[in-house]
């Protein structure tokens, strides 16, 4: 396995046995990070199950930099500080954060969103080695695929790029079948391309549906995020973003999620000429 951490600001360190960056004490990469909610009333015996917490994740190793010359080894260290660091970020302001890859052999390559966490810490050197400790955390304790898997929901014809494997082309109506192949549920990412009136996305699997009132007009479309913390719905057009989140049937749509395995997922509307729907989504696994 490749480690590779990569910056907000594009330093890339690769940690591997063919580089001045070597591994070791690799801790906190694939533990699933959940643990038990309970309750407990006075007087009873044990504890009540309510359900499990994913924690967000803290990986850790330590690094041994390796060089021919004490000149080379201080251009290394600086180069492992340079990468660590993140510039705070100012009040009102969202905080960088760095990725986190895992490439590993046969396996899809794997990421998390990271921030380093007083590191690196160096230790003594020795000849033209030294020791330094790195922690990072994690926000999102789940690795995600790096790139997006995709399926386009049109009248015929039709795209489907599975990431990393060879390019399959099929057959498309309204409804697909999407295999979500990661370990835990996944927030989908959504574009409704016009001309639609009221279409709506529906997850057969579990019942849930999203529903946008009004007409998408040709030229335009609606994206839809459902992850949390970052939900959105936005109309656009000739590159102009306008919120539409007042568009959402609040009565009956749900910012569902893929679940594990098998989705089947049908888009329709109560009118369409030439509209049709783009879905996004990215595997998560519980560790690596």
Known sequence: MIIEYVSPYGDTIEFSQN?????????????????????????????????????????????????????????????LSRAMMITPAKPGEESDIGILRCHRDGLPTVELEAMPVQSPQFGTISGNQVPADLE???????????????????????????????????????????????????????????????????NLTTGEMIEISGSV??????????AFGRKRIERVQNGTRENAMHRLNINDSTFFQLQRGINTIRFEADQNTSGRALIYWRARYGGV
């Open 19 to 79: 580089t001045a960056f070597r591994a070791t004490n690799i801790e906190g990469f694939g533990d699933t990070r959940l643990s038990e909610l309970t309750q407990r009333a006075p007087y009873q015996v044990g504890d009540s199950l309510l359900g499990a917490r994913a924690q967000s994740r803290r990986p850790s190793m330590t690094v041994y930099i390796k060089a021919y010359t004490r000149e080379q080894l201080y251009a290394l260290r600086n180069d």
């Open 136 to 202: 990072f955390y994690c926000p999102h304790p789940y690795w995600r695929e790096i790139q997006d898997s995709f399926i386009e929901m049109v009248e015929s014809g039709g795209f489907e790029f599975p990431m990393e494997m060879p390019l399959e082309m099929a057959t498309f109506n309204l409804q697909q079948e999407i295999e979500n192949q990661g370990d835990v549920p996944v927030h989908p990412f959504f574009r409704i391309y016009g001309a639609v009136t009221q279409p709506r996305l529906i």
């Open 217 to 226: 007009a040709e030229g335009e479309y609606i994206e839809i995020q459902t």
